[in-house]
């Protein structure tokens, strides 16, 4: 059974560009939140995705956006990319209201220059 | 604001015993939960309380006390790969993990 998976691993991009970072869930998950973690600092929470609609967001821009496919796979997109953006993130995948069942994927390192 | 505070930094020596606190100050709270992540990999779930006392499992425990808003991740019988940081944070009604603490560096030396 694969966990979650993450891709690319690693990417750069230069400022004002837009990226896009793919996840898939563990298998069985319907429940797919994305984090962005700076060097040294813990995850910090952008939004989550259930049933194909966004149903919570973190306190991030709306360049950052996202969508979820009916095989619970998805994507993040974040626009006119910033210096700033240069961090890991995070693909997580859970059962909806099942607070001990998040897995994370190894993440996408995004570098911008 | 909303925030998880954890001591920075923790080191210990193998075989010892380590408490690792969290006290929080957040909206929305329905649990707390310990994640484990090694330098360049993933966080890692270790453990989730949505009720106040203690869960084991294996040589970590957690606690919870929601009335003085603090819980901890208790690590026994240290072993050298336990050196990693970790991360306590608050999971929210639809049971996720909303926000993090800045995490824990624990270094166990032999």
């Known amino acids: 059974d694969a966990g979650v998976t993450q891709s690319p691993t690693h990417l750069i991009k230069t400022r004002g560009q837009q990226v896009t970072l793919r996840c898939s869930p563990k298998?069985?998950?319907?429940?797919v939140s994305w984090y962005q973690q700076a060097l040294g600092q813990g995850p910090q929470f952008i939004f989550q995705?259930?049933?194909?609609?966004?149903?919570q967001r973190g306190n991030f821009p709306d360049r950052f956006s996202g969508h979820q496919f009916p095989n619970y796979s998805s994507e993040l997109n974040v626009n006119a990319l910033l210096l700033g953006d240069s961090a890991l993130y995070l693909c997580?995948?859970?059962?909806?209201?099942?607070?001990?069942?998040?897995?994370f994927g190894e993440g996408s390192w995004l570098t911008v220059v | 604001g909303q925030s998880l505070e954890q001591p920075s930094e923790v080191t210990a020596v193998e075989g010892a015993i380590v408490q690792i606190n969290c006290t929080y100050q957040t909206s929305g709270f329905y649990g707390l939960s310990w994640y484990q992540q090694h330098d360049g990999g993933a966080p890692t779930f270790l453990s989730y309380?949505?009720?106040?006392g203690l869960e084991e499992t294996g040589r970590f425990s957690s606690f919870l006390s929601r009335s003085d808003s603090y819980g901890y991740l208790l690590l026994q019988e240290l072993q050298m790969k336990d050196s990693a940081s970790y991360f306590c944070a608050s999971i929210g009604q639809a049971g996720t993990a909303l926000i993090f603490g800045k995490g824990t560096t624990l270094s166990v030396s032999s």
């Open positions: 298998s069985g998950h319907d429940t």
């Open positions: 995705y259930y049933e194909e609609e966004e149903r």
């Open positions: 309380n949505a009720l106040d």
């Open positions: 997580a995948s859970s059962l909806r209201f099942s607070g001990n069942t998040i897995y």
